[in-house]
């Protein structure tokens, strides 16, 4: 058991008990505001003031002291702790709570709301504050060139080839919080499942576009859901 490998997929349904909105849920993101219209690069290229006004509206709520990690995001670095095999959390979510809960093996695929990345010199900097037209690149000191470092709809997610690698080599994949509408994300369950070995969880408040092709489905609250199934795994594995 020592050495199996676990590989973890998030979405935005792990933050939703921390406070933070899904997108695809009746009061989510794209309920009120149109993809097409903040979250492409045709969006920043037509109209970046509203695209960043759109982040720097998410970063401020994100930083506001009522948004903390939940039990969910704590029991994902607890299993990274204590698992003495590799734990890869795969996170499609821009906020920093698992960060902040203690996760150190992690991938942004859809990038980071704390970063702002240079269209000049291409460097991704930490970025608290409102970002706008005049906002200075704090690498290469360039007024007006910054954009949010997030994946829009059309752009390539971040580190794929690592992530292929870890889904082709996993025993468990788990997969939580996530609706499974937006690829690649949606087709790592069949990537795992692809090896012959791995076995695949669903951890959903509901069941997922894809909830079909995982071995293991349980649905609840992340908060409930996830501490239970990180007690279950590390005392009697899978
Ligand atoms: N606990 C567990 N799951 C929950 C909870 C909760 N408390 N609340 C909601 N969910 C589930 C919903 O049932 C839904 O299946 O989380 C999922 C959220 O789905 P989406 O809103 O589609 O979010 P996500 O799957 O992360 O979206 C993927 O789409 O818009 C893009 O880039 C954006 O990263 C995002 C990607």
Aim: aromatic share 8%; net charge negative; with cysteine.
């Amino acid at each position: 058991m020592e050495s199996r490998r676990i590989v973890i997929l998030t979405g935005a349904g792990i933050s939703k008990e921390s406070g933070l909105d899904t997108f695809r849920d009746p009061d989510g993101l794209w309920a009120r505001v149109r993809i097409e219209d903040v979250a492409t690069p045709e969006a920043f290229a037509r109209d970046p003031d509203r695209v960043h006004a759109f982040y720097n509206h998410r970063r401020a709520g994100l930083l506001s002291e009522d948004v903390q990690p939940n039990a969910a995001h704590a029991a994902l670095a607890r299993l990274e702790a204590e698992w003495p095999g590799e734990v890869l959390l795969v996170t499609q979510n821009i906020d920093d709570l698992h960060e902040r809960a203690g996760s150190k093996n992690l991938i942004h695929m859809h990038g980071e709301l704390l970063k702002a990345r240079c269209l000049v010199c291409g460097a991704a900097s930490p970025w608290r504050e409102d970002m706008t037209g005049d906002s200075l690149c704090p690498a290469c000191g360039v007024e007006g060139a910054l954009r949010v470092n997030v994946v829009w709809f059309g752009e390539m997610p971040f580190e794929m080839d690592r992530i292929y690698e870890a889904l082709a080599a996993c025993d468990l994949f788990i997969s939580i919080g996530t609706s499974g509408n937006v690829y690649p994300a949606a087709g790592f369950v069949a990537e795992a499942r692809a090896s012959g070995r791995a076995h695949t969880v669903e951890l959903n408040l509901e069941p997922s576009e894809g909830s079909s092709l995982f071995a293991e489905r349980h649905h609840g609250p992340a908060g409930v859901e996830v501490p239970a199934y990180v007690d279950k795994i590390l005392k009697n594995g899978w």
